[in-house]
């Protein structure tokens, strides 16, 4: 049974330019989260597909986007990358109704210069 | 909206000694807490959940936690740690009733000394 899968592992971005991240979930599961994890710092929420739709968001701006598709896999996109979104971006799925609890995946290390 | 104070940054142990590690947090409503774990090299795993009933919850590898509603805590304990336990720990909630965010705190990290 494969567990939340994401790629790239790393990404190295200059200023200005956009990034996509994808993520797989874990297998029966229908909810996708996505967090930004800075160093030293907790994972913060970005935002949560349901249903191909987002669910819930949270304090960041409309340069981070995402989408999820009918086979429940997302994608994290980053416009206008700012030194300050370098970070590691973890995915974790869960059952929307299944009690919160969520599994993570290993992250994509990115680096923007 | 929520949020979640881990006191302590960083602890060293010896093995054999006892672990307490704080969490608290702050939301006014209904709330389901978490404790995650991260090994070095690791992804985040769970190690221990409240959702309801006995606040006195166990957890993998020893691990345990007691849900404080008064004083609005969720702090994780181990009798014994082990050199094993060198991780990160990360406390979380989320508001019940609902499928919302999960707020983590800022995450301890614990080397323990073989």
């Known amino acids: 049974d494969a567990g939340v899968t994401q790629s790239p592992t790393h990404l190295i971005k200059t200023r200005g330019q956009q990034v996509t991240l994808r993520c797989s979930p874990k297998s029966g599961h229908d909810t996708v989260s996505w967090y930004q994890q800075a160093l030293g710092q907790g994972p913060q929420f970005i935002f949560q597909?349901?249903?191909?739709?987002?669910?819930q968001r949270g304090n960041f701006p409309d340069r981070f986007s995402g989408h999820q598709f009918p086979n429940y896999s997302s994608e994290l996109n980053v416009n206008a990358l700012l030194l300050g979104d370098s970070a590691l971006y973890l995915c974790a799925s869960s059952l929307y109704r299944g009690g919160y609890e969520q599994y993570f995946g290993p992250g994509t290390r990115l680096t923007v210069t | 909206a929520q949020s979640v104070s881990q006191h302590n940054h960083h602890v060293i142990l010896s093995e054999a000694a006892s672990l307490e590690l704080g969490c608290n947090y702050s939301?006014?409503?209904?709330?389901?807490l978490f404790w995650y774990v991260q090994y070095p090299g690791q992804h985040l795993q769970l190690l221990l959940k409240y959702f309801s009933g006995d606040p006195l919850v166990k957890g993998i590898k020893g691990f345990e936690a007691e849900f404080i509603k008064s004083k609005f805590s969720f702090n994780l304990r181990k009798p014994s740690v082990q050199w094993s336990d060198t991780a990160e720990y990360f406390c979380?909630?989320?508001?019940?009733?609902?499928?919302?965010?999960?707020?983590f705190g800022t995450g301890t990290k614990l080397q323990v000394i073989p």
């Open positions: 979380a909630v989320i508001p019940s009733g609902g499928y919302q965010k999960v707020t």
């Open positions: 597909y349901y249903e191909e739709e987002e669910r």
């Open positions: 939301y006014g409503g209904t709330v389901n």
